[in-house]
């Protein structure tokens, strides 16, 4: 019986895995899909569902879901779903679990010989996220796996198709998730590729952001046409409403995805009877700021490398968001040719990954556990890290109830995408408008002042400014909720403590706090301000 390998790329938004026998190697399809959303949602009964279950149960319990597991294993040893405090590696265990399962099954059962996971090249060796990431794996039943940088397998995967990079050879590497823009230069050694300089990119820019923009765009124009109709949208209770507003999100990922291939796409938004029409170059007008700041980012990391663009090899460009055709173009423009694309940009990562030689200078990284158990597979241990820190309650992470026509993006700062990339906004907006930016933009302030910016960054919610004051105040008042709980969190006094009454207590000690009180002082006077609306 052959031998065979597996290679999984976690990401945060979708999760890759391919498999390697006798030399070729084979994107798996998961519930009739190569992308396994990375979601996860935490049933009724505390088993956590992932791929297409989860996704469905989302829908009815968004208070279970994580949305973002990769983020919550960055951030926190534990979240809270549902009431109930479960370890980030147990969530990105049951994803690695399930894939695996599937891989598994294909091969009669048999154990794969080689595991091999992908992680952004910003986790570094000893860092909390590869530790965290290999007892995922290990509660998953893996075992030990190799690790490899996404842009080094990606870089591997290029390579194996047969672009010629010469030994010392550098390539740029461009990688547009769904949650997540990271760059990195690479040096080609003689078995493998390693990082020049230090990677780039940018924890809160990721596909998701261009979702808002689209949804931006679509505001504009429905509101044009019946501005009560998309206010009852967003504001309307119950699950019918809520079901609409979910179908209206995916509709808006889909229809910015097809306008990669088309240049317009009509959209069919609830209560209104015509479909409303987005082309491709008014949302690529919108979107420009942010793909320009991935150019610059990139421009960046070239520098950092001590090299010039016309000095690469070639930029590969990986992450689905890469197929975004304006992307191509400003890349060009850098480098003076097309940047490579070869394939299916997000299924490079996996595939390049096992195209790695075990114990080389792309694939040394095994993080040992300090206390090593032998792997049981497919049994999940049932207790919770040994010194856990203060659980994440769903308002860190989740998506909120009504994001929606997103004019300010909490907590970025006031020169965010979400701002500059505003197109064709009214000229100009009601008072109550500019008082929400202005908040948005303190709470953004605030987070970044007390350090918390990571926490809520990303996956802050989008807030509606809308065009009254009842419809900005609401998404603002999740957000302050969403930095409060933060702040409790990260600088908890106690552990165990829950957030909401860590803060409490650093609020009362704020006298002594120095910078950190100024911040809770600037967060009461932002909830004063929202309650006196
Ligand atoms: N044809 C397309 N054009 C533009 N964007 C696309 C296209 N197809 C998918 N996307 C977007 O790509 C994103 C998902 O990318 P990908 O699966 O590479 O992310 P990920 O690996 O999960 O995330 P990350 O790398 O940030 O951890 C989503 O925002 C999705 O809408
Ligand atoms: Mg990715």
């Given at each position: 019986?052959?031998?065979?390998?597996?290679?999984?790329?976690?990401?945060?938004?979708?999760?890759?895995?391919?498999?390697?026998?006798?030399?070729?190697?084979?994107?798996?399809?998961?519930?009739?899909?190569?992308?396994?959303?990375?979601?996860?949602?935490?049933?009724?009964?505390?088993?956590?569902?992932?791929?297409?279950?989860?996704?469905?149960?989302?829908?009815?319990?968004?208070?279970?879901?994580?949305r973002v597991p990769k983020r919550a294993l960055v951030a926190s040893e534990q979240v809270l779903l549902g009431g109930r405090t479960i370890a980030t590696v147990d969530l990105v265990a049951a994803v690695l679990a399930r894939v695996a399962g599937e891989a598994t099954r294909r091969f009669s059962g048999r154990r794969p010989g080689r595991v091999l996971?992908?992680?952004?090249?910003?986790?570094?060796?000893?860092?909390?996220?590869?530790?965290?990431?290999?007892?995922?794996?290990?509660?998953?039943?893996?075992?030990?796996?190799?690790?490899?940088?996404?842009?080094?397998?990606?870089?591997?995967?290029?390579?194996?198709?047969?672009?010629?990079?010469?030994?010392?050879?550098?390539?740029?590497?461009?990688?547009?998730?769904?949650?997540?823009?990271?760059?990195?230069?690479?040096?080609?050694?003689?078995?493998?590729?390693?990082?020049?300089?230090?990677?780039?990119?940018?924890?809160?820019?990721?596909?998701?952001?261009?979702?808002?923009?689209?949804?931006?765009?679509?505001?504009?124009?429905?509101?044009?046409l019946d501005p009560d109709a998309w206010n009852e949208l967003w504001e309307a209770t119950g699950r019918v409403a809520e079901r609409h507003r979910t179908l209206l999100r995916r509709d808006v990922t889909q229809a910015k995805e097809a306008l990669s291939r088309l240049p317009a796409v009509n959209l069919w938004v609830p209560g209104y009877d015509d479909e409303i029409r987005v082309t491709r170059r008014e949302y690529e007008r919108a979107v420009e700021p942010l793909l320009a700041r991935s150019v610059e980012e990139l421009t960046d990391t070239i520098a950092r490398a001590g090299t010039t663009p016309d000095a690469l090899v070639d930029v590969y460009l990986t992450g689905s968001t890469s197929r975004t055709p304006r992307i191509s173009a400003l890349l060009a423009e850098l480098l003076g040719h097309v940047p490579g694309m070869r394939d299916d940009p997000k299924a490079v990562v996996a595939l390049g990954a096992l195209a790695t030689v075990p114990g080389s200078v792309s694939a040394t990284m095994h993080v040992r556990l300090p206390s090593h158990r032998p792997h049981q597979p497919g049994r999940f241990p049932a207790q919770p890290p040994a010194a856990p820190t203060p659980p994440l309650t769903p308002s860190g992470f989740p998506v909120p109830p009504a994001p929606a026509e997103a004019t300010a993006r909490v907590p970025r700062p006031a020169s965010g995408p979400t701002e500059g990339g505003r197109h064709a906004a009214p000229p100009s907006p009601p008072p109550d408008v500019a008082a929400a930016r202005e908040i948005a933009r303190e709470i953004a302030a605030i987070a970044e002042a007390a350090g918390v910016a990571d926490l809520v960054?990303?996956?802050?919610?989008?807030?509606?400014?809308?065009?009254?004051?009842?419809?900005?105040?609401?998404?603002?008042?999740?957000?302050?909720?969403?930095?409060?709980?933060?702040?409790?969190?990260?600088?908890?006094?106690f552990p165990g403590l829950p957030p909401e009454i860590a803060l409490q207590v650093l609020r009362e000690g704020r006298g002594e706090l120095g910078a950190l009180g100024q911040c809770l002082t600037r967060l009461d006077g932002v909830a004063e301000r929202l309650a006196a609306w």
């Open positions: 019986m052959k031998g065979w390998d597996l290679a999984i790329d976690f990401g945060t938004s979708f999760t890759t895995t391919a498999t390697l026998v006798d030399g070729r190697t084979e994107v798996l399809e998961i519930d009739g899909s190569k992308y396994v959303p990375s979601l996860v949602c935490v049933d009724e009964d505390g088993t956590i569902l992932v791929g297409r279950d989860a996704v469905n149960e989302a829908v009815m319990a968004p208070e279970r879901t994580e996971l992908t992680h952004p090249a910003r986790w570094q060796a000893g860092g909390p996220e590869l530790r965290r990431l290999t007892e995922a794996a290990e509660r998953a039943g893996l075992g030990e796996p190799d690790l490899v940088a996404e842009p080094v397998a990606a870089a591997h995967h290029y390579v194996r198709s047969g672009d010629p990079v010469p030994d010392g050879g550098m390539i740029g590497v461009y990688d547009f998730g769904g949650g997540t823009f990271d760059t990195a230069v690479l040096r080609r050694r003689r078995d493998g590729f390693e990082l020049a300089g230090s990677p780039g990119g940018d924890v809160a820019l990721g596909g998701e952001d261009l979702d808002a923009t689209f949804m931006e765009i679509l505001a504009e124009h429905a509101e044009a960054g990303a996956s802050a919610p989008t807030v509606r400014a809308g065009r009254t004051a009842a419809a900005a105040r609401r998404p603002l008042l999740v957000a302050l909720d969403g930095l409060g709980v933060a702040i409790g969190t990260r600088f908890s006094p």
